[in-house]
């Protein structure tokens, strides 16, 4: 009988105790939400990921430490598909379909976060197109970006089949992330560079430029790859269409007629 | 003076009609009776390949009524304004008076930038048909005597035009047309010793400065225009003078000329074709963008695109750059680019070595000769394999030229890229003058076997016995003249080296080149031996099949 008192002398202490001291703040309840994330994104990163960057992202042979990319960097590289790269890839890895989900992303990219500090996924009010400065970002573009991507983002050729990709139909955060990281050969440009408002511009420009919606002033945009594409066209449909026309008008000659 | 007496008679009877009267008051002061008798019944053969010329002509003349349409509207001025036009994504730029009243041009005035998109495609048609017109002349043998002195003409027309379009291009002072001013200013450094002084000259000073445009424009509107519509003149005059030249046929000789008179049925259809050419040129400006100098945006020499590349007509001045080892030689002080300044050494010899061609031909047959009659240029091995080579030589550059954009469509590595075409500038046009040649022989057996077995018919006949054969029909006699029409040279030899008195002279070194030359245009390894006639009555005389 004894025990049985002691017992629950014992069991309503401890509980009165747990429920004194219990945590019940916010806080807290977030920080075990947040944990639960970084464990999932863990497993996630043991699966997909370590066998190249390393059981702890310290990086390997076959790929770089991600100790301090940041979740931006993350979600850049999954989102699109770049990440996880094939084993054997050629010059460079290739934008591909993307086979995780944006929760599966967001736990993959707060693991890499919580290894070391760096840029961490945009807002969309960061990299909404909506009210920025066009004309700035054009000629931002122009100053920073046109070498490689050309003057409206179409992509261009790097060294030894590397290159830099069309930006049609990129998503704005995507673009605002790589930006902020700088993926591949791609030199990145952190806020002390070019500015939020500065990406924003740039996001924009891009979006009046080179997106579905675009109007072409001229018609056909041939590529908007510049004279190349031109002077092809010329050739094959403008001198093309011009013999033909010469070749029918020679063939109807006016002939003596055959009495 | 008889044409006065009969109008004379006749006013004393009744009035002549009214065109009668216009036609004599003109004929009185302008003298176009005779001009007009004499020509009215010139006579022009037919080919669709004779029409070339006109639609490098038409193509011309369309650029011109263009020009002067955007003429009203171009501001050739290098002052900084500020953008307030149209076009949202440069509002508020800086830029220059040039861009600026281009961008008014494209965006806001009535049918501005279709002009813009005529003058433009119908340049660059203009080139092309400019290239294939030559190659025409050039395969047919039409630039032998009479007709070097007007080849000449037309190369320069080319070569000019070439110019005309780089200074056109480069006036809406735009980022890619000032790239491509820039990447001319340092092809002008890279010349030794006088390179700096005569970029200064050129550009008022460094670099951009303020004066380039207006330079351009004057040259664009008025000297090189004014210089090529003399030539074009003169070279109508001459193709008018020596009369065209026709392929051989039956009823053809070097004498006449066999065709059409100029009036009614040349006028009727050269003047169709005319519309023929500006609708074509109309149709693919109203559909087919072209230098899209918004996308571009003004030039600022700190940017720079890639994918910059100048108009396809000097791409092979670019492909030159582009594939040149970046070699430079640096003493005291001094630097000289050769990875800059070879390439611009190579760039006149690559027009140059087409140029100069038919000099080199006549001086190797030693044909004084005039020739009326095309030649097919299978019957000309040699010839037609330099051509071709000359084209794959410019085509390699071509490749070079545009060497990004083979690495990023055909996801190549653009080193890779640029080695090939390093290596192809020396070896495919060996390789293609060599395989030109074969074929040409090749074809040339053809036509020997055709003239003297008839054409494959296609009809299998089993014989008796039980063989098979396959029925062969005779050509015709006119296609037979046609395959047998053209003359085969016999190789030149050095002439005799004793003269009749058993002295010895002394043989040149040119002399000896040139029989060298000549065996190897004309030698048994470079013409096959058209049938004779003696051929061909001992094969068709035989009974039965062979």
Partial sequence: ?259 | MSTTKNSDARSSREKAPAGERVADWADGRLGIYSLAKANMRKIFPDHWSFMLGEVCMYSFIIIILTGVYLTLFFHPSMNEVEYHGSYIPLQGQLMSEAFNSTMHISFDVRGGLLIRQIHHWAALIFLAGMFVHMMRVFFTGAFRKPREVNWLFGFLLFVLGMFTGFTGYSLPDDLLSGTGVRFMEGAVLSVPVVGTYLSFFLFGGEFPGGDFVARFYSVHVLLLPGIMLGLMVAHLILVFYHKHTQFAGPGKTNNNVVGMPLLPVYMAKAGGFFFLVFGVIAVISAIATINPIWSMGPYRPDQVSTGAQPDWYMGFSEGLIRVMPGWEINFWGHTLVLGVFIPLMIFPLVLVAIAVYPFIESWVTGDKREHHILDRPRNVPTRTAFGVAWITWYMVLLIGGGNDLWATHFHLSINAITWFVRIAFFVAPVLAFIVTKRICLGLQRRDKDKVLHGRESGIIKRLPHGEFIEVHEPLSQEALHTLTAHEQYEPAMIGATVDENGVERKVKGTEKLRAKLSKSYYGEDSQIPKPTAEEYKEITSGHGHH
């Fill in chain 1, 1 to 259: 009988m004894a025990a049985v008192v002691v017992l629950l002398i014992a069991l309503a202490a401890i509980g009165g105790l747990y429920s004194a001291v219990a945590p019940t703040g916010q806080a807290k309840a977030d920080e075990t939400a947040q944990s639960l994330t970084i464990t999932e994104g863990q497993r996630l990163y043991s699966v997909g990921c370590a066998s190249c960057h390393g059981t702890g992202g310290q990086g390997t042979s076959d790929g770089p430490s991600l100790v301090g990319v940041g979740a931006a960097a993350v979600d850049f590289q999954v989102a699109t598909g770049r990440m996880p790269a094939a084993t054997s890839q050629g010059a460079q890895i290739p934008k591909k379909k993307n086979i995780y989900s944006q929760a599966e992303i967001d736990q993959l990219a707060a693991y890499i976060a919580s290894l070391g500090t760096g840029p961490s996924v945009p807002t969309e009010e960061q990299y909404d197109p909506d009210g920025a400065d066009i004309a700035k970002g054009g000629e931002l573009f122009r100053t920073n970006c046109a070498q490689c991507h050309n003057f409206t983002g179409k992509g261009g050729a790097l060294t030894h089949g590397k290159f830099a990709p069309d930006l049609e139909g990129v998503d704005p955060k995507h673009i605002y992330e790589a930006m902020q990281t700088g993926p591949q050969n791609m030199p990145s440009f952190p806020d002390t560079t070019l500015s939020e408002k500065n990406k924003k511009d740039i996001i924009a420009y891009l979006d009046a430029v080179n997106s579905e919606d675009t109007v072409e002033p001229g018609g056909l945009g041939l590529g908007g790859l510049g004279p190349v594409s031109e002077g092809l066209f010329a050739w094959i449909f403008g001198l093309g269409a011009l013999i033909a026309v010469a070749v029918w008008v020679a063939a109807r000659t006016a002939k003596a007629k055959k009495s």
